[in-house]
């Protein structure tokens, strides 16, 4: 039982457009929320976090938007750049329990 | 200076054979954790360390072993190895509160 879903298995985008990428949980309980980006034979790299108190962060270019209610969370990417291309992992987790739920991925493709 | 490292990067051995993957950080983190990325691309928790400590052990067979010498090491080592071991075996550590979680660069594990 998959908690943590990414839905879109990949999305292109062209280049200086906005990427958004999308995450559903199940767990109300969650309480921070994660974005990684990740390049073939790397390790899983943090981009933005952000808390349940908070419905925005923002960060450069990429915004995390959090709608409790729905249990949805997004990550926005404006502009798109080349170099955005990579996999994009979302995860969630409860404070102090040390246990972060991943999605399996959005494969990111930023035409230029 | 990489933040958290781990060794082997690439790792082919037979089946029923044992081998150890070794990580460390040197991001001062009191909380370690092992991760296993599947053929299918889940990312899933295995175990973690907080100061050496195990606080989380997933339900992985107990072929595998974690040791944590210290707070800025965690190896895993696993016992006749099976093909279904073949995966991506990440490295990641977190402070205590255990909100970001920073990941090494991976071993590829492959069993023939």
């Known amino acids: 039982d998959q908690q943590v879903k990414q839905n879109s298995p990949s999305l292109s985008v062209q280049e200086g457009r906005i990427s958004i990428l999308n995450c559903d949980y199940t767990n109300s309980m969650f309480d921070y929320f994660l974005w990684y980006k990740k390049y073939p034979a790397e390790g899983p790299t943090f981009l933005i976090s952000i808390s349940s108190i908070k419905d925005k962060n923002e960060d450069g270019r990429f915004t995390v938007f959090l709608n409790k209610s729905a249990k949805h969370l997004s990550l926005h990417i404006v502009p798109s750049q080349p170099g955005d291309s990579a996999v994009y992992f979302c995860a969630a987790s409860l404070s102090g329990t040390y246990k972060y739920i991943f999605g399996t991925g959005t494969r990111l493709k930023v035409l230029a | 200076d990489t933040a958290v490292s781990q060794t082997p990067k690439y790792l082919v051995t037979q089946m029923g054979n044992d081998k150890s993957i070794k990580c460390e950080q040197n991001?001062?983190?009191?909380?370690m954790y092992w991760y296993k990325q599947d053929s299918k691309k889940f990312l899933k928790i295995m175990f973690s360390y907080n100061n050496k400590e195990l606080i989380i052990n997933e339900t992985v067979p107990n072929r595998f072993s974690p040791k944590s010498p210290d707070k800025a090491h965690l190896n895993l080592h696993i016992n006749s190895l099976e093909l279904g071991d073949s995966a991506v075996y990440f490295c990641?550590?977190?402070?205590?509160?255990?909100?970001?979680?920073?990941f090494g660069e991976g071993s590829w594990l492959t069993v023939v």
């Open positions: 991001l001062g983190h009191d909380t």
């Open positions: 990641a550590s977190s402070q205590v509160d255990g909100n970001t979680i920073y």
